[in-house]
């Protein structure tokens, strides 16, 4: 059954996000225009993780059991955060997620001036906002080592204390993706890429 979409809260200012376009099922939403949070198959008692949670996920056991523990966590004594698994990755402003793309942003990732684009969030969504600093020097050998409660640190917004926090938001509800020059752009692309397979089949 196809989904119904809310419309977006117009009280809000926009979000920022940026957009995998290496994947094509990415490229598929992108030209839709909307990027929905994970669902919960309730008769097969199965939660699909969101576009960007499955991305995240991509590095390896390690990172997953990481994201698993922080997700325990936020169930034990912050339930009414986002998941970071379930919701999607945003920014609030655009000098926000262009803090991010110049610290994260390199030729081998879509933190690029070319996959960011400003989006709507649909009616009554909730959201979260956390410092992704926590995140990124965890894995950094050479960062000084995180407090033994920094998972709680982490949920309750704290930002990091050994760098200018770089702060993402997490929202529960779909994205209407809002830069038409983008989704015509991709829109495009699928369709070339439509024409090749069928020439080569």
Known sequence: MPKKFQRTDSQEP???VYLNLSLEYVRWNTALGR???????SENGALHFSMFASQR????????????ELEEERIRKF?????????????DTQEEAKKAEKLWG???????????????????HNKSKHDSNWITYYFRNEAPKHPPHWKELYWEGEPYPHENPVWETIADRP?????????QSVSNR???ELRAHSFLG
């Not at 339930?79 to 920014?91: A, D, E, N, T």
């Not at 994205?175 to 989704?183: A, D, G, I, P, S």
């Open 14 to 16: 926009p979000y920022w």
């Open 35 to 41: 990027i929905y949070p994970a669902s919960y198959d």
């Open 57 to 68: 996920l991509r590095g390896g056991i390690e990172y997953f059991n990481f994201e698993q």
């Open 79 to 91: 339930p009414q955060k986002i998941s970071r698994l379930q919701g999607l990755f945003v920014f």
């Open 106 to 124: 390199s030729s081998s990732n879509h933190y690029q001036p070319d996959c960011l684009t400003e989006a709507g969030c649909a009616i009554g």
């Open 175 to 183: 994205l209407v993706l809002w830069n038409t020059e983008l989704r």
């Open 190 to 192: 699928l369709h070339e």
